[in-house]
């Protein structure tokens, strides 16, 4: 901004005395156009999408508005069994009983932030959503994003040590940019993200730490974004040393189909080796894998069990690998009846016998040379091996990368944007 002085004296000395005043008066600074504020958004996460019975319980007071009348629960009530008979949600105990007729939408609502209610012992901020008619029976827990990642980062990353801080602070950027892009680009038109692994694992305020607290203040607002715009991004455990990289750029020509790959390496050493599942052997025998095929084929019963009565040879190949080396398909054939799989069930059909996925899709197989019936799995990493991998973050962060660093490492074409303060 210029400031105009006008005396009436002779030119030469107005001139003076302007030129005295503006190197002596401070210089106004030019500020940016007001930006208009952001609030921080409120999401819906199911915690149930089948209701048939679970527990609840309150902690501070929560208010249930029905027709009739207003009722407010707390500590006091003690514990409620909910359930779903018939037409019906009962909520009883032996000092309430409702039945309510379906469809419906329950909620119930704390007075104050700090409230918790505890659904089957779990406890969780917010509000508690109930949606039932004749093809849902939802359990929802609406709360703001912020209290949303406080139950998200602890369940997907360790966060009890202090020097795995970057990482933590990475971690829940990507939380919250995925959190951010489901409430841009809903699926559901009753809730956002499941709170299972379906998406992001969130227990709400099971587990907590300071270092949590810090992170999500440290970094309050702040998303990845692409040219500006909200992106689904993806984080894993361990990549084992090799990443996939789908493109969404022009890098590819503009194809989000191709798959690249990229070695997870900084400073001449591999990000993730401190992981436990950066390398890994696993065994499977003959008829657990039988079991696998069944409840992933929908196998007749009687025919698996003749299998088994009579005896069966498996055999089990890879056909095609990805860029990286992860399996791509996989041909299982069992007495000359074939089976292929590609994608997330090439790890369901090789589960181990108490039902834990193969920790990746990146292994080699072999048959055992003197026991046809066992095989052994020599693989790397745990998860698909899209996006950040977690433990390799964990690993910059022990060699003094900060998360903006980490991010950049995992996710080049993305930058970060604060969307509320």
């Excluded at 810090?214 to 702040?222: L, N, Y």
């Excluded at 055992?368 to 998860?383: D, E, L, Q, R, W």
């Amino acid at each position: 901004m210029r400031l105009h002085r006008f005396f009436r004296m002779k030119i030469c000395v107005g001139f003076a005395l302007v030129l005295m005043l503006w190197q002596c008066a401070p210089q106004l600074r030019h500020t940016a156009p007001a930006v208009e504020e952001v609030h921080q958004p409120e999401i819906r996460i199911c915690l149930d999408d089948s209701l048939r019975e679970a527990t609840l319980r309150f902690d501070g007071n929560f208010l249930l508005e029905l027709e009739e009348a207003r009722y407010w629960f707390d500590e006091t009530i003690g514990e409620l069994n909910v359930s779903v008979r018939g037409e019906y949600l009962v909520i009883k105990n032996d000092k309430r009983f409702f039945e309510l007729t379906t469809p419906l939408q329950v909620v119930f609502q704390p007075q104050y932030e700090y409230n918790t209610f505890y659904w089957n012992d779990i406890p969780y901020s917010g509000k508690l959503l109930l949606y039932l008619d004749k093809s849902h029976r939802l359990v929802i827990n609406q709360l703001p994003v912020e209290k949303y990642l406080e139950g998200v980062v602890p369940f997907e990353m360790p966060t009890q040590n202090p020097e795995y801080r970057e990482a933590i602070f990475a971690q829940t950027i990507a939380a919250r940019t995925y959190a951010w892009y489901a409430i841009e680009h809903p699926e559901n038109e009753f809730y956002h993200l499941f709170a299972d692994e379906r998406d992001q694992v969130y227990r709400g305020k099971l587990r907590s730490s300071p270092l949590i607290e810090t992170a999500i203040k440290k970094t309050r607002g702040k998303v990845l974004a692409l040219n500006d715009h909200s992106v689904r991004v993806q984080f894993h455990s361990t990549c084992g040393g090799i990443l996939e990289v789908r493109s969404d750029s022009e890098s590819t020509n503009g194809n989000p189909n191709t798959i690249t790959m990229a070695y997870d390496l900084m400073d001449n050493e591999f990000n993730c080796k401190i992981s436990p599942k950066y390398r890994w052997v696993e065994v499977r025998t003959a008829e657990t894998v039988l079991q696998n095929l069944k409840h992933e084929f929908q196998l007749d019963s009687s025919l698996v069990q003749k299998w088994l009565d009579e005896g069966f040879h498996l055999t089990i190949e890879v056909v095609s690998r990805k860029p990286g080396g992860r399996v791509n398909q996989l041909r299982l054939v069992v007495n000359e009846r074939e089976f292929l799989v590609d994608g997330y069930r090439i790890r369901a059909v090789l589960r181990d016998d108490v039902g834990e996925m193969l920790p990746s899709e990146l292994f080699f197989i072999n048959q055992s040379p003197t026991n046809p019936g066992k095989f052994y799995i020599v693989g790397a990493g745990y998860g698909h091996g899209r996006g950040m991998c977690q433990w390799g973050a964990i690993g910059m962060s022990l060699r003094g990368y900060n998360y903006h660093r980490i991010l950049n490492f995992y996710y080049p074409e993305l930058s970060i944007k604060t969307l509320y303060q």
